[in-house]
């Protein structure tokens, strides 16, 4: 049964890292990218980070970069987001999704992705 299941949320203060995983079933991972979004209330779905297929390129939205750092571990199927000195902006749910094309988007579009994990929840506060 082909899965993304997110792992790693919760409540941390301002300056703290977390570290999400995205644990992957059902597919070969290194076939393809894999892409980290947020979403807060009341906003829309924010593009955090990808990884392409062999792990070799990455991107970062301007928001996240020099704090954010995605990763990939293909002999445990799993994507990572380390997130290091976290802001009250960074709350947000956290999802990955696996996209459909073999290099990482750097706009949001929702049909570049076929397969999405539920959510981690990331809230950054005092």
């Known amino acids: 049964q082909l899965q993304l299941v997110e792992s790693g949320g919760g409540l941390v203060q301002p300056g703290g890292s977390l570290r999400l995983s995205c644990a992957t079933s059902?597919?070969?991972?290194?076939?393809?990218?894999i892409s980290w979004f947020r979403q807060a209330p009341g906003k829309e779905r924010e593009l955090v980070s990808c990884?392409?297929?062999?792990?070799?390129?990455?991107n970062y939205a301007d928001s996240v970069k020099g704090r954010f750092t995605i990763s990939k571990d293909n002999a445990k199927n799993t994507v990572y987001l380390q997130m290091n000195s976290l802001k009250p902006e960074d709350t947000a749910v956290y999802s990955c999704?696996?996209?459909?094309?073999?290099?990482?988007?750097?706009?949001?579009?929702?049909?570049?992705?076929?397969?999405w994990g539920q959510g981690t929840q990331v809230t950054v506060s005092s």
């Open positions: 999704a696996r996209g459909k094309y073999l290099t990482c988007r750097t706009v949001y579009k929702g049909p570049d992705y076929d397969y």
């Open positions: 059902g597919f070969t991972l290194n076939h393809y990218t």
């Open positions: 990884i392409d297929t062999a792990g070799g390129r990455t």
